[in-house]
Structure formats: C-alpha cells, structure tokens
C-alpha cells in the first residue's frame, strides 16, 4: 500500500498540510499517511509518530535545550523508513530537522518533495545548495523564491502562497461584535501574541502591560482583544493574562479578529502575513532569548522581520525586535497609525500589493499534483 511520510512541526505547517491532505485524498483515498504532523492532519487519519507539541521551540538555545528529543527523532525516523519504505518524504519548512531528514531519504533512494522550503533569502543562504541536493522537487510559496532556486539548476515550482485559500470567515462583523459583546463605537486592538509556549512567555507579558497603560488613559475608547491558538499552555496562558481579565475578549475565530479589528498588534511570522494578506494595519513584534537574537543576527541576510514588508520589498507596517518590545514603544506605534487617518489609509492600500504578488495559485491542489506525479513516476520506474 501507498505511504507518503510528512513531517510538518509547526502549527502553520499543520494547516497548510491539511488542506494538501483534503486534495490528495481526493486522487487516491488509499494512500496512508504518517510522520509528524498535529492536530488538523491528525483528524484527517494522519499517524503521528511524535507528540506534535515537543516540537514548538523556536530559536537557537531553545533548539539547543532540546537536542536529545531531535536526536531520538531523527533515529526513530531513519528506522521507520527502513521498516514502511515511503513511496515519498515530503517536508515543510521546519529547516533544521528538515534538513537532515531530507538526508537520509535521499541515502535510502526515497523521492523528497519540500513544501514551504527554509527561507534561504533570509538567513544562512548557502543551505539553498543543500536543499537542491537532497531533494527531488521543490514547492515554494514566493515568486521570489522561484528565481533564487533556478539560478542554481533546482527543480522548483511556484505553487502559491497557502494563506490565499485557508483564510475564510464565518461571521459577519455584526456576529462577531455580538458573540463577544463588543462595542463598536470603539477601537478594536488584536493582540497575537503566537502559537508557541516561549512566544506566550516572552510577548504576551508586554501585551498584557501595554493594555493595562491604555485602560488607565482618560480617553481610553478601545476594545482588547486577544487570540488564543490550540498549541499553546492554557494554564500558562490564562496566567500571564489574569490582571487583565476582567476586560478583555479572548478569541476562537482568528482571521475575524484579522479582519474586523482596527489595529493587529502580533508576533512575526505567518500571522503578519495573513493580517497584511487580509489588509489591517498591524504592528509586528519580535522577542526571543539574548543568546537566540546574537545568534540570528549572525547569520540573517535581511534588515526587516514582518513577512509583509520582506515581501513587498520595503517597510510598510513598524517592527519592534527585543528591547524595542514594550508597552512605551508598542503604544507610540498604536497613536502614530491610529490618530493619522492619512497614514491609517497609506498602509492598508500598500498591504493590497500582496494579493498582487500571490495571484490566484492554490497551493495546495498544486502541491497534491506534483506528490502524486511524484509517486507515480517512481512506481513507473520500477
């Protein structure tokens, strides 16, 4: 019987590969698929061989804390596919582990097919050699990344940006401001603050600091709100946010809170995407470990962090990186784009340029045709 293996180790992984599993199964409904995915793939019969969750570090001493657990899954890895044989690895972004599992499948002579590939156009760019030699086809989901990958001979497609089919919305404004009692005769701020456990330890304490200095302002005129993601400690969470509790909305339906809010305060990375894919104003923010920062400065290529700016080649939306995240600085940026409707209205028409550089690609129907090209080219073969 058919087997894909597919490791997706991040939360945005788990939703971008669930909807590649909704189109696949469409081709071929027998194919088993297994690795390490969470909880999306897993309602989809995905066989996760690792608890997903031991998976959401970020950051280099981060990593490093937890390289025993990396060890014990490469291994366990290796020794699956010697035992299941996989008619294909694919990979998703999560480039250290990625990396060397794409390694081994190419020594075992098993197709690799890398979804979302490791953003060599910011950070240790020389892995591009890497990925082009062991994999066998690369989906990228940037234009940009496209040209990077053919300069040097790699087997890529530009498959399209997932974002621009997974972002939905079941409730109207109207719904939204009346599931959770909100008054829209305010601002509405939207504070994300991640999907990860050290992302809700190190930025969402300045969150919550910055709307307790906003509820004490005379003209104070603001709904808070605050998304919650499935992957991360609700104990911890609920934690960190109880001096604010009592006036505060937390919420389930993340792209409403996207849309609908004035103003997206959030950490970096997909979700800046999305809000900017969507058009609201936002303030990015990024916080990690000192030795983490150090770390990554060494070896970033780029002099911006927010997706949307990376994307339409300049600054459009302010970034906050470590010290710079607090609630001086988080509240100054919330005055500068909300009091100036002139500056409000320049960055919403500046985010539209990112429907432009996405167009109408699905990507993952076009993932799903080149994985089963893929597995039946291979069978073909033998």
Same mark, same amino acid.
């Given at each position: 019987?058919?087997?894909?293996?597919?490791?997706?180790?991040?939360?945005?992984?788990?939703?971008?590969?669930?909807?590649?599993?909704?189109?696949?199964?469409?081709?071929?409904?027998?194919? #088993?698929?297994?690795? &390490?995915?969470?909880? @999306?793939?897993?309602?989809?019969?995905?066989?996760? +061989? =690792? *608890? /997903? !969750?031991?998976?959401?570090?970020?950051?280099?001493?981060?990593?490093?804390?937890?390289?025993?657990?990396?060890?014990?899954?490469?291994?366990?890895?290796?020794?699956?596919?010697?035992?299941?044989?996989?008619?294909?690895?694919?990979?998703?972004?999560?480039?250290?582990?990625?990396?060397?599992?794409?390694?081994?499948?190419?020594?075992?002579?098993?197709?690799?097919?890398?979804?979302?590939?490791?953003?060599?156009?910011?950070? #240790?760019?020389?892995? &591009?050699?890497?990925? @082009?030699?062991?994999?066998?086809?690369?989906?990228? +989901? =940037? *234009? /940009? !990344?496209?040209?990077?990958?053919?300069?040097?001979?790699?087997?890529?497609?530009?498959?399209?940006?997932?974002?621009?089919?997974?972002?939905?919305?079941?409730?109207?404004?109207?719904?939204?401001?009346?599931?959770?009692?909100?008054?829209?005769?305010?601002?509405?701020?939207?504070?994300?603050?991640?999907?990860?456990?050290?992302?809700?330890?190190?930025?969402?304490?300045?969150?919550?600091?910055?709307?307790?200095?906003?509820? #004490?302002?005379?003209n104070n005129n603001y709904e808070f709100l605050i998304s919650?993601?499935?992957?991360?400690?609700?104990?911890?969470?609920?934690?960190?946010?109880?001096?604010?509790?009592?006036?505060?909305?937390?919420?389930?339906?993340?792209?409403?809170?996207?849309?609908?809010?004035?103003?997206?305060?959030?950490?970096?990375?997909?979700?800046?995407?999305?809000?900017?894919?969507?058009?609201?104003?936002?303030?990015?923010?990024?916080?990690?470990?000192?030795?983490?920062?150090?770390?990554?400065?060494?070896?970033?290529?780029?002099?911006?962090?927010?997706?949307?700016?990376?994307?339409?080649?300049?600054?459009?939306?302010?970034?906050?990186?470590?010290?710079?995240?607090?609630?001086?600085?988080?509240?100054?940026?919330?005055?500068?784009?909300?009091?100036?409707?002139?500056?409000?209205?320049?960055?919403?028409?500046?985010?539209?340029?990112?429907?432009?550089?996405?167009?109408?690609?699905?990507?993952?129907?076009?993932?799903?045709?080149?994985?089963?090209?893929?597995?039946?080219?291979?069978?073909?073969?033998?």
């Amino acid at each position: 019987m058919k087997n894909i293996f597919i490791l997706a180790g991040e939360r945005s992984a788990d939703i971008h590969t669930s909807e590649f599993l909704k189109q696949i199964q469409k081709l071929d409904s027998k194919i #088993k698929f297994w690795g &390490i995915g969470g909880p @999306k793939m897993q309602n989809l019969e995905f066989e996760s +061989i =690792f *608890p /997903f !969750e031991r998976f959401s570090v970020i950051g280099f001493a981060e990593i490093l804390k937890h390289l025993a657990f990396f060890y014990q899954v490469i291994n366990k890895i290796k020794k699956e596919f010697i035992k299941r044989k996989p008619n294909l690895v694919m990979l998703v972004d999560y480039p250290g582990l990625n990396l060397r599992i794409a390694k081994i499948a190419k020594n075992l002579k098993i197709p690799v097919l890398y979804y979302i590939s490791p953003q060599v156009w910011a950070w #240790k760019k020389k892995r &591009i050699y890497k990925i @082009k030699r062991y994999t066998d086809k690369i989906a990228v +989901i =940037f *234009p /940009f !990344e496209k040209e990077l990958y053919e300069q040097i001979g790699a087997n890529v497609e530009f498959v399209g940006h997932p974002i621009s089919e997974e972002i939905t919305f079941q409730l109207t404004k109207k719904e939204f401001a009346q599931k959770y009692k909100l008054d829209e005769s305010k601002k509405w701020l939207a504070f994300i603050p991640g999907s990860r456990d050290v992302e809700i330890k190190r930025i969402l304490p300045e969150m919550v600091k910055t709307i307790q200095k906003l509820k #004490k302002r005379e003209n104070n005129n603001y709904e808070f709100l605050i998304s919650l993601a499935d992957t991360v400690s609700k104990k911890h969470f609920y934690q960190i946010i109880e001096p604010i509790k009592n006036y505060i909305s937390i919420i389930d339906e993340i792209y409403e809170l996207m849309k609908y809010c004035d103003l997206v305060i959030s950490k970096s990375g997909t979700s800046t995407l999305e809000t900017g894919y969507i058009g609201t104003p936002m303030i990015v923010v990024y916080k990690t470990s000192f030795l983490s920062y150090l770390i990554a400065k060494h070896f970033v290529n780029i002099d911006m962090i927010a997706l949307p700016n990376i994307v339409a080649g300049k600054k459009i939306v302010p970034e906050l990186i470590q010290k710079e995240v607090n609630p001086t600085n988080i509240i100054n940026n919330i005055d500068l784009i909300l009091n100036d409707k002139k500056n409000y209205k320049k960055i919403k028409k500046e985010l539209s340029i990112l429907h432009e550089k996405f167009g109408n690609k699905k990507a993952s129907r076009n993932v799903a045709r080149i994985a089963f090209s893929i597995i039946n080219e291979t069978e073909n073969k033998e």
